[in-house]
T-cell receptor
Framework: SQKIEQNSEALNIQEGKTATLTCNYT??????LQWYRQDPGRGPVFLLL?????KEKRKERLKVTFDTTLKQSLFHITASQPADSATYLC????????????FGQGTTLQVKP | DAGVIQSPRHEVTEMGQEVTLRCKPI?????LFWYRQTMMRGLELLIY????????DSGMPEDRFSAKMPNASFSTLKIQPSEPRDSAVYFC??????????????FGQGTRLTVV
């Protein structure tokens, strides 16, 4: 069955450092991969989308890579700030003909001042 | 637009009672998703609709769960009878139709359901 794995252990880093989160998947060939941020008591909020034919995407301090051979995406936050502390979820979807969107369990990031 | 609106925000009910969760998607969005989130299982897709038609309900845990979308601006998720293990946060999300590229999902604030 399809499986998405994110590091279940919380990631603790110092302010100003780069945070790197991992998303691995099996038994799936997604056409798109998305990253969301979720704060306590709130719904997930979209951050970035990357297509299967794209290797890397950037948005301000965020960078996402997508390696379809390794079946892995890396999510980087550079110059991290305490306000970046949240849970980050990766999500996969198939071709443009199917809107089905499935999520990993998320990794909690804690940025310490 | 006010975003995806869910009601109620919190629901506490007794085991065996019927529970109905409601969702108003963003106007113009063609996809609507129902998810359930727990600490143990994370965010699970229960069912999703495209243009008000259920496309995939393979995530619905049991026959006790049912979902409807009578029109483009309203959907319900019903649990009957409810059980304590149904306690979770239920999210509704909507997304615009793909136009040559997958697009993001917009989530509501969720309904925290507690079945005692």
């Amino acid at each position: 069955s399809q499986k998405i794995e994110q590091n279940s252990e919380a990631l603790n880093i110092q302010e100003g450092k780069t945070a790197t989160l991992t998303c691995n998947y099996t038994n799936y060939s997604p056409a798109y991969l998305q990253w969301y941020r979720q704060d306590p008591g709130r719904g997930p909020v979209f951050l970035l989308l990357i297509r299967e034919n794209e290797k890397e995407k950037r948005k301000e301090r965020l960078k996402v890579t997508f390696d379809t051979t390794l079946k892995q995406s890396l999510f980087h936050i550079t110059a991290s700030q305490p306000a970046d502390s949240a849970t980050y979820l990766c999500a996969l979807s198939g071709s443009s003909n199917t809107g089905k969107l499935i999520f990993g369990q998320g990794t909690t990031l804690q940025v310490k001042p | 637009d006010a975003g995806v609106i869910q009601s109620p925000r919190h629901e506490v009910t007794e085991m065996g009672q019927e529970v109905t969760l409601r969702c108003k998607p963003i106007s113009g969005h063609d996809y609507l998703f129902w998810y359930r989130q727990t600490m143990m299982r994370g965010l699970e897709l229960l069912i999703y609709f495209n243009n008000n038609v259920p496309i995939d309900d393979s995530g619905m845990p049991e026959d006790r769960f049912s979902a409807k979308m009578p029109n483009a601006s309203f959907s319900t998720l019903k649990i009957q009878p409810s059980e304590p293990r149904d306690s979770a946060v239920y999210f509704c999300a909507s997304s615009p139709q793909n136009r040559g590229g997958n697009t993001e999902a917009f989530f509501g604030q969720g309904t925290r359901l507690t079945v005692v």
